[in-house]
């Protein structure tokens, strides 16, 4: 994988799109969305999830990250373009719908290349949606392919253990996509100690259930890979001592979401 930082350039002053805040790029991205892609992780994350691998998206403002134009991201992608033939862009985080003029415009520019449409996938876990003011993202919605749509766990109380938040927006924004018929995927990290139990799982089954536009489940091992991360920020790790968790019940924990989706839907 490769992970680079864009350095702000002069054609910021000049660019005709709105300007994002990112962490990085990655050129070679095999995890975010179909084929191989190129990644934008954007800059700022209202969620503080406890297994978090990128403590360093969280901070917002006008100091953190890098500022970026479209015609940036859009000149880094054209030249690899090759690679992405059977993938395309995805734009993930941090948060991205907490910039969502930059993201409009990312992805409206990325599917009018005059080399040919390139797929759009957005990563994210919803919780800057605001359901009172859906307009603000109609743009990006307008132009988005797919959707990697995490949702941390069904229980609000356990939602909120988790990461801090209440889930409300989060199942707004699933209701949202499912209303425009977007495909989504949706991700649950599967935590020892937090959404490791069949019960739970059924209950995020049932939870999706009502949403026809779901094209995928991915249930994602719990992993320590973010520790060196924390350190080196000098952030205390909040799941200290949590085992990582054991791929072997994956597969039943993925049957329990299955299950619980397929009673909710009566058959
Ligand atoms: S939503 Fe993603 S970036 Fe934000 S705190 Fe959770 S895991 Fe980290």
Known sequence: MARI???????????????????????????DGPGIRFVVFTQGCPMRCLYCHNPDTWETGAHAGTEVTVEQLVGE??????????????????EPL???EFL???????????????????DS??????????????RSLDETDLVLLDIKHADPEGHR????????????FGDELAR????????????????????????LGRLIAPWRNVAGLEMLPYHTLGVA????????????????????????????VLRGMKAARGR
Not at 77 to 94: A, D, K
Not at 104 to 122: E, I, Y
Not at 161 to 172: F, K, M, Q, S, V
């Open 5 to 31: 930082q864009l350095d702000a350039h002069d054609d910021i002053q000049t660019s005709q799109f709105a300007r994002g805040r990112i962490h990085s790029v990655e050129t070679m991205g095999t995890v």
């Open 161 to 172: 253990a988790l990461t801090g938040r209440d889930p409300a927006r989060i199942l707004a």
């Open 98 to 100: 907490l910039q969502p």
């Open 229 to 256: 991360k924390y350190e080196q920020l000098g952030i205390a790790y909040p799941l200290a001592g949590v085992p990582e968790m054991d791929k072997a019940r994956i597969p039943e924990l993925r049957q329990a």
């Open 180 to 203: 425009r018929g977007i495909p989504v995927v949706i991700r649950h990290v599967i935590v020892p100690g937090h959404t490791d139990t069949t019960d739970e799982c059924e209950a």
């Open 125 to 138: 876990c919803g919780y800057a949606f605001d359901p009172e003011h859906p307009e603000r993202w109609a």
């Open 104 to 122: 409009a415009d990312l992805f409206t520019a990325m599917h009018a290349r005059p080399a040919g449409r390139v797929h759009t996938c957005l």
């Open 77 to 94: 992608f054209e030249s690899n373009r090759q690679f992405y033939r059977n993938g395309g862009i995805t734009v993930s985080g941090g």
